[in-house]
């Protein structure tokens, strides 16, 4: 594909019409992401993209772990220092790398990038969630995007995977059909349920707030490991 060819040179994300009424909605360049939204208009005609949803504020906090104590977490985030000390029955999911024997049908799966006001985006990595996570989320409340370390990174494109190809599958989203492709070193992650026993230094955390902006680790953690 002359997209991938020319992938390794930087990032962009794109909005035009194509042959066969796809049209090609993004395309993660540097990361060997492209995605494309399958038409369903009457005519022949492409679709016509809505606009981009950029969220007006987020609804969680992520930190870096520096210390484990028990359950107990310390570290540092955006606003300083943190400890949270996490119920034990807390679920906790891990942003594994994952690779294409990892996606299957009926996974959940999330495009993550960051969009700006001209209406591009940087895309940052694919995130798939176990099956039976509903679509739109990849590890039970959160989407994906929130231990990537960039607070202004959200899912551009979600949906449940429906088909799987070498290099490709098929997301099935609340506006129709979309196909996703990427090449061997593309950013894809699965989250999976763990323990809070994996969680240790140079992890990166994120945890929601509850409604006064406080932290709520009860409803879970998204981890995303150190290197």
């Known amino acids: 594909m002359d997209g991938m060819a ?20 993004a395309a993660g360049i540097l990361a060997g992401i492209v995605v494309a939204a399958r038409g369903t208009g009457g005519g022949g005609a ?14 969680f906090a992520a930190f870096n772990v520096e210390r484990v104590e028990g359950t107990d977490l310390a570290g540092s985030g955006a606003a300083g220092p ?4 996490v119920p034990e029955s807390a679920p ?7 690779g294409e024997a990892d996606a299957a049908p ?23 969630g176990e099956a039976g996570t509903v679509e739109g989320r990849v590890a039970g409340p959160f989407g994906g995007h929130e231990a990537l370390g960039e607070p202004a990174a959200l899912p551009l494109v979600t949906g449940i995977i429906e088909t799987v190809e070498p290099g490709r599958f098929v997301l099935a ?25 994996v969680v240790g230094p140079g992890d990166r955390v994120a945890v929601l707030l509850n409604e006064a902006g406080e932290l709520d680790p009860g409803r879970g953690l998204l981890v995303l490991p150190g290197e």
């Open 173 to 197: 989203t609340a506006g129709g059909r979309a196909e996703v492709w990427w090449e061997e070193e593309a950013p894809l992650y699965v989250a999976r349920g763990r323990g809070l026993d």
């Open 92 to 98: 906790v999911w891990v942003l594994e790398r994952a």
């Open 82 to 85: 943190v400890r949270l000390a």
């Open 106 to 128: 009926g996974m959940p799966a999330a495009v993550i990038g960051v969009p700006n006001e001209v209406r591009n985006a940087t895309i940052r990595a694919i995130v798939l």
């Open 6 to 25: 020319a992938a390794r040179t930087g990032w962009s994300w794109r909005q035009a019409a194509a042959p066969a009424a796809i049209v090609v909605v």
């Open 46 to 59: 492409p679709p016509t993209p809505g606009p981009m949803a950029v969220p007006r504020g987020a609804n």
